[in-house]
Structures are given as C-alpha cells and as structure tokens.
C-alpha cells in the first residue's frame, strides 16, 4: 500500500511564506490539493514522476512553486505571499498519470495539513 503523509502546515499572518512537504514511495505523480471549509477539494499543483513537468491552478497566479526530490521521496509545496483565501486543509495525491488533475483522478491521498492564514 500507498502512505502520503504531509506536513509543513500552520497558522501564518497574510504575506508569509510556508513550505508543505510530503513523504511517498514509488513511481507516481504527485499533486497538491485544498479544500477550505464547506468548499470543494481543488486542485493546487501537480507534478510528472521525474519532475520535469508542473501543473498548477491559474487561480494561484504564480504564487506557489512544486517540486519533488525522488531520492527523497518527498515532494513539495513553497507557499509565498500568503492570503487569507489560502486557508484550508492541504492533501497532497498520488496518481500512475499526470494526464488528469482531477480530485477523482488519484490514487492516492493523505490526510491533510492545515493551513491558516491570517489577515
């Protein structure tokens, strides 16, 4: 079986930086989600096995960068000028494609490190 397990959250004012990491085995892209409360679980970033190619929501507007160290295994979220509509509980995800960045489309999940941004 599969564990993700993130970690990296916390509770930061509005203009903080934050880095999420998230620990995984074998040969999957990875993604990062959000789901603020009452709200959908929404796609954040997403990133290729070898890393060579990213995905990312245009909502963030360039705000955060993934990565991934495979030797590692750990992938990463670097968070910057944080806003309060950041706020939610951050997953990250596995999947055997890249080729959908759908919630429904992983295969894996963990469960979530909260981050609280405030004004």
């Known amino acids: 079986q599969v564990q993700l397990m993130e970690s990296g959250g916390g509770f930061v004012q509005a203009g903080d930086s934050l880095r999420l990491s998230c620990t995984a085995s074998g040969r999957y892209a990875m993604g990062w989600f959000r789901q603020a409360p009452e709200n959908e679980r929404q796609f954040v970033a997403g990133?290729?096995?070898?890393?060579?190619?990213?995905y990312y929501s245009a909502s963030l507007r360039g705000r955060f960068t993934i990565s991934r160290d495979n030797a590692e295994g750990t992938v990463y979220l670097d968070m910057k000028n944080l806003e309060p509509e950041d706020t939610a509980v951050y997953y990250c995800a596995a999947s055997g494609s890249d080729s959908s960045w759908y919630p429904n489309g992983m295969d894996y999940w963990g469960k979530g490190t909260l981050v609280t941004v405030s004004s």
């Open positions: 990133i290729s096995w070898a890393g060579g190619k990213t």
